[in-house]
């Protein structure tokens, strides 16, 4: 059980918009440590999409985008493609266990 | 482009050491920017961070594993590995390395194409 907590699934159809919320505490998030989001294909290593709660390394396409506020933090999704069917996964820092966390992960579906 | 890649024994005994250890190559190591991190992924399970290291040789280890696992670099070989004592059936994973980035809290740029390490008799 992650400290981050992530919805398990999330669906949408080709063209529509998705976020994928990473919910944390005053010990992660709210105390104001930055999220990162990472999108994982079985078999392959994990990318990253979004690091410092908003902005996209080069190569990623600005479909994504991250955002913060309190305790939580987004992914946001525009003109869903095929190809972003994934596991995507949020990681912050949390002070009351002294190190870097995951969320738990969403996985989604294109429909 | 730099890249990483993991090598190590796919199967491990019960009460064995796991022992793995990442190459990179397209930068040095020893750069001084960044740091380098394992993380693992049991089965339909998430991603854990296991700890990273600085090419000075400090470490930082996951409070859940410290007492199990020890994070070494080789600069002159661009290597730096990771050995977890004591493994059990629930040590089984994929382990990836990668690059952090920022500080040694920071985000994960480069990414190893990971291994699947089974612990079993």
């Known amino acids: 059980q992650s400290v981050l907590t992530q919805p398990p699934s999330v669906s949408g159809a080709p063209g529509q918009r998705v976020t994928i919320s990473c919910t944390g505490s005053s010990s992660n998030i709210g105390a104001g440590y930055d999220v990162h989001w990472y999108q994982h294909l079985p078999g392959t290593a994990p990318k990253l999409l979004i690091y410092d709660n908003i902005n996209r390394p080069s190569g990623v396409p600005d479909r994504f985008s991250g955002s913060k506020s309190g305790t939580s933090a987004s992914l946001a999704i525009t003109g869903l493609q095929a190809e972003d069917e994934a596991d995507y996964y949020c990681?912050?820092?949390?002070?009351?266990?002294?190190?870097?966390?995951f969320g738990g992960g969403t996985k989604l579906t294109v429909l | 482009q730099l890249q990483l890649q993991e090598s190590g024994p796919g199967l491990v005994k019960p009460s064995e050491t796991l022992s793995l250890t990442c190459t990179v190559s397209g930068g040095s190591i020893s750069s001084g920017n960044y740091y380098w991190g394992w993380i693992r992924q049991p089965p339909g399970k998430g991603l854990e961070w296991i700890g990273s290291i600085y090419y000075s040789g400090s470490t930082y280890y996951n409070p859940s594993l410290k007492s199990r696992v020890t994070i070494s670099v080789d600069t002159s070989k661009n290597q730096f590995s990771l050995k977890l004592t004591s493994v059990t059936a629930a040590d089984t994973a994929v382990f990836y390395c990668?690059?952090?980035?920022?500080?040694?809290?920071?985000?994960?740029?480069?990414w190893g194409q990971g291994t699947l390490v089974t612990v079993s008799s």
């Open positions: 990681q912050s820092y949390d002070n009351s266990l002294s190190w870097g966390v």
């Open positions: 990668a690059r952090v980035s920022g500080i040694w809290t920071g985000f994960f740029d480069y």
